[in-house]
């Protein structure tokens, strides 16, 4: 085999393996859950209405982010063996999203020369509440960089957090 074709192919390869990767180390996630509450005992949940990506963030509109958001916590939670109702769910889904694109952030060089540049963020606040007592029995935060990205990349940041977000449930 000649050395061109080997490189051609050892090239073709590592594209393959890092296309489907996206940059997610700016993704912050934290998570708390109730010592009370044993959350493998909890088969149903309802995701309230309300919860959503907030109206007033000005987000390109070339992806449904509310539509987005709850498709992806309902595959998570399917994979936890949890299933949606209309009815008396053992527990509540409630999230919101916002985005500040007007965040800055201050970036130091090498030399400690300080620059300030605008860096648009964005959060996701997720609890899962005990339908029959209230409480919050999951909670769990995203935040990470807006970036301007292909939906397909967007879409995949967005599931890696939800996906990173309920975890530990």
């Known amino acids: 085999m000649s050395k061109l074709l080997k490189i051609t192919l050892v ?3 590592i594209a393959g393996f890092t296309s ?3 940059k997610t180390d700016d993704i912050k996630v934290a998570a708390l859950k109730s010592e009370k509450a044993n959350l493998a005992g909890y088969k149903t949940y309802q995701i309230l209405d309300e919860s959503g990506f907030d109206k007033d963030t000005q987000l390109k509109a070339d992806i449904d982010v509310n539509a987005e958001l709850r498709q992806t916590v309902n595959a998570e939670l399917a994979k936890k063996a949890k299933v949606p109702v ?3 769910p ?4 409630a999230y919101m999203g916002a985005a500040d694109m007007d965040a800055i952030k201050e970036k130091v060089d090498e030399k400690g020369k300080a620059t300030i540049e605008n860096v648009p963020t964005a959060g996701i606040l997720l609890a899962l509440i005990d339908a029959n007592t209230g409480e919050i029995i999951y909670l769990s935060s995203a935040e990470g960089d ?3 990205l292909p939906i397909e990349e967007k ?3 967005l599931n890696y957090a939800i996906k990173e977000m309920l975890g530990n449930m």
């Open 11 to 13: 090239g073709l390869l």
């Open 90 to 93: 053992d527990f509540y889904v």
């Open 155 to 157: 879409r995949k940041r």
């Open 20 to 22: 489907g990767c996206v």
């Open 86 to 88: 209309i009815k008396d």
């Open 146 to 148: 807006v970036k301007n």
